[in-house]
């Protein structure tokens, strides 16, 4: 079955630091993945969408690569900052198209 | 504009009782989700509702849950016969629905505790 892993459970950097997310998934071949950001308490909330025919993808100070022969991607934040520290997901289609299928997140904490 | 709201935003019942929850999508919005969130896992699907077709209820873990929609606004999860093992937080999510149209606007969630 489709399988979709995010390496760290919690990843904890310094200000200013570049912090570096993985997802790698097994088993299929997504057309996209998304990111998403959710806080404590809130629904996820939608960041970013990489095609499979996209290397890399940016917004701000926020960066995603896809690597369709790894089968990963990585979700790179520069210059973080304490506002960044939330949980970040990474999800792609089931076969279907029907629904996304999430990681168990990684929780970014950054500190001043 | 208006996010995606659902009520109540906590539900603590007795095991055994029935449960509904709601989901007001965005407007104009054709596809609705429903996920689960157990505490520290990931968001598990439960049900898809598009427009007129005939959701994927491929995801409901048992026939305790079911789920309607009224066209493409309103929607309910009930849960019958609650088990502690349905507590969870029932995040809700629309899309709208057009083709290349992928993000998912998710609603603050409902956490049901069993008790």
């Known amino acids: 079955s489709q399988k979709i892993e995010q390496n760290s459970e919690a990843l904890n950097i310094q200000e200013g630091k570049t912090a570096t997310l993985t997802c790698n998934y097994t088993?299929?071949?997504?057309?996209?993945l998304q990111w998403y950001r959710q806080d404590p308490g809130r629904g996820p909330v939608f960041l970013l969408l990489?095609?499979?025919?996209?290397k890399e993808k940016r917004k701000e100070r926020l960066k995603v690569t896809f690597d369709t022969t790894l089968k990963q991607s990585l979700f790179h934040i520069t210059a973080s900052q304490p506002a960044d520290s939330a949980t970040y997901l990474c999800a792609f289609p089931n076969q279907a198209g029907t629904a996304l299928i999430f990681g168990k997140g990684t929780t970014l904490s950054v500190s001043s | 504009g208006a996010g995606v709201s659902q009520s109540p935003s906590n539900k603590v019942t007795e095991k055994g009782k029935d449960v509904e929850l709601r989901c007001d999508p965005i407007?104009?919005?054709?596809?609705l989700y429903w996920y689960r969130q157990r505490l520290g896992q990931g968001l598990e699907f439960l049900i898809y509702f598009q427009g007129n077709s005939a959701p994927d209820k491929s995801g409901l873990p048992s026939d305790r849950f079911s789920a309607e929609r009224t066209g493409e606004s309103v929607s309910t999860l009930t849960i019958q016969r609650t088990q502690q093992e349905d507590s969870a937080v029932y995040l809700c999510?629309?899309?709208?629905?057009?083709?290349?149209?992928?993000?998912?606007?998710f609603g603050p969630g409902t956490r049901l505790t069993v008790t």
């Open positions: 990489i095609r499979e025919n996209e």
């Open positions: 999510a629309s899309r709208r629905g057009q083709k290349d149209s992928y993000e998912q606007y």
């Open positions: 407007s104009g919005h054709t596809a």
């Open positions: 088993n299929y071949s997504p057309a996209y």
